[in-house]
């Protein structure tokens, strides 16, 4: 196999693992009339634990320290995968379910290749903006069609979920380019480790909260901290390094559909038709759009 073949295989393992993100989150936190774990608890906390990991894995390899001229995007890749995404996510995800989380975030691909265009100073074709333009139209009409035609304060979060993974994407896919993906990863939890672990012991729950919460919040803090913030991103840079960010991106098209399966199990929540059908134009308009040539700009 070829070097794009185990990249594109490296990001479908990648994306299943994070498929599971938004369904375990959302187990983690609990909802509006059964609350969990707090949200900022959960973003913290699931950094922190992958912080810890991530020292012991370094010190394991002997990995040797990322050069200064890779540390502005590795505190980029922070902001937007460590902080925004699992933030924005897990406040969105106390007001609405995991399927209707996982439509919503299906524009992750056109976002992340937008990002991508930009930084690699690409000009993506009029065919390309046209798709991404109508991917957001059907987010935001599935959004006002499940908020009885208005948009909700959750879905506003949920597209800054978006905005931030597609930044974090991109600058961590850009470091993984020269140095092993499982080591970027590590570098960026242990570099908010000073940040994220002070504040998980703050936001620790009170033992009165603490006797409310279910082992589900629990085993679901667990996943997001092992695999949705760690070990997922193992296989997700470097199969973007191996493959290329503007191609492995586009195994993200499974995401939404995977999330909506995941979440039948997980929560037992209902697969309604209309939500299928939303997801799939999602998918399949992403699709098209990442099939849309790109130029170098002059």
Known sequence: MDQQGRGLLLGVLGVTIFAMTLPMTRLAVGDAADPQLPPGFVTAGRAA???????????????????WRHVPALLVCAAGTVVGFPLFAALALRQVDAMHAAVITGVLPLGTAIVAALALRQRPSNGFWICAVLGCALVLAFAAWTGSGQLSAADGLLLLSVASASVGYVAGARVSAVLPAQQVISWILVITL???APVALWLWPEAPLR??????AWLGFGYVSLFSMWLGFFAWYRGLALGGVMRVSQVQLLQPFLA?????????????????????????????GRKMPTARAA
């Open 211 to 216: 006797a409310t919460i279910g082992p589900g």
């Open 260 to 288: 909506l399966l995941f979440a039948v199990p997980v929560l037992g929540e209902r697969l309604q038709p209309l939500t299928l059908v939303f997801a799939l134009a999602v998918m399949g308009v992403v699709f098209i």
């Open 194 to 196: 000073p940040l994220t």
């Open 49 to 67: 634990v992958a912080g810890l990991c991530s020292v012991v894995y370094l010190l394991a390899v002997r990995a040797p320290r990322p050069g």
